[in-house]
């Protein structure tokens, strides 16, 4: 069998603030494949953040291990870990996060700038990255002249512009109405279709995690249940806004493994 992209065992995270300690992972035990689409659900305070920093690598847990690609995460040195997050892993965040003096394009070039490539090939992977989310034409648009759901597009074509193997999401869509949620879902499906992207998003919308291929549920730190997706819903990914329901009957068993 093929080594999982992600495997935690016995993950755990305990905060310490002073007299009060907090456990925000407990015990997670979980892997996931190359190509899965998952979605982590969970009300506030449950976890999901933190596991997604964990998995992202910007935070380490205080119990349990870690692979990713098979290699043991806390074997890494900080400078092993810069570049697992810039070569490895997409990220995409609630609030876009993008700096508001750039441009599209400026914002889309930056995860190259801070790996060295040149300029001319910057600009070409850049526009290309802006083309496959759809919203070349504002290149040269600040954040602030595009809407939200633009501003995440711009964000998710700055996320795969390295080639990423895993994008992790945390409420990708928790700024967005529902037309824009559901053309970034869209995206995210193409992505995961087409490149075999492997996806990790964070949300507390059923309806949005019926994009997913799989949902995990946590509560109180704790992974509660696992399971397939049945009912998948299916978006175009063009951007109009013409998510629907896949038409397979739940009866075929959904998605293997
Ligand atoms: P979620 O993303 O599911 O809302 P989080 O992972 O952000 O949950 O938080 C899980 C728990 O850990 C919460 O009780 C939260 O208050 C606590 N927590 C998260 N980050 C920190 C931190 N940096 N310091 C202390 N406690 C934290
Ligand atoms: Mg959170």
Redesign the pocket.
């Given at each position: 069998m093929a080594v999982p992209v992600i495997e935690v065992v016995g993950l755990g995270?305990t905060?310490r603030?002073g007299e009060v300690t907090?456990e925000?992972?407990r015990d997670v035990t979980l892997s996931i494949g190359q190509g899965e689409f998952v979605a982590v659900m969970?009300?506030?305070?449950?976890?999901?953040?933190?596991?997604?920093?964990i998995l992202g690598c910007l935070d380490r847990p205080t119990a349990g291990i870690y692979r990713l690609d098979g290699k043991d995460v806390a074997e890494m040195d900080k400078d092993a870990l810069a570049l697992v997050r810039s070569r490895k892993i997409g990220f995409v965040f609630q609030m876009y996060n993008l700096l508001p003096r750039m441009s599209a394009i400026e914002n889309v070039e930056l995860p190259m700038v801070y790996d060295a490539v040149p300029g001319a090939d910057r600009r070409r992977r850049g526009r290309e990255a802006l083309g496959s989310v759809g919203i070349l034409d504002r290149e040269h648009h600040n954040p602030s002249q595009l809407s939200g759901g633009q501003q995440q597009r711009v964000a998710i074509a700055r996320s795969i512009v390295n080639s990423p193997s895993l994008l992790l999401a945390?409420e990708p869509t928790g700024n967005l109405d529902t037309a824009a949620s559901d053309d970034i879902m869209g995206i995210f499906q193409r992505l995961n279709d087409e490149r075999g992207i492997t996806l990790v998003l964070?949300t507390h919308e059923p309806d949005i995690a019926q994009f997913a291929k799989r949902i995990l549920r946590?509560r109180d730190?704790r992974l509660v249940s696992d399971e397939a997706v049945r009912d998948r819903r299916r978006a175009d990914g063009d951007g109009h806004g013409t998510a629907g329901k896949e038409g397979t009957p739940a009866e075929d068993g959904g998605e293997a493994g």
């Open positions: 995270k905060y603030l907090v925000a992972l969970g009300s506030s305070g449950s976890g999901k953040s933190t596991l997604m920093n945390d964070v946590f730190g």
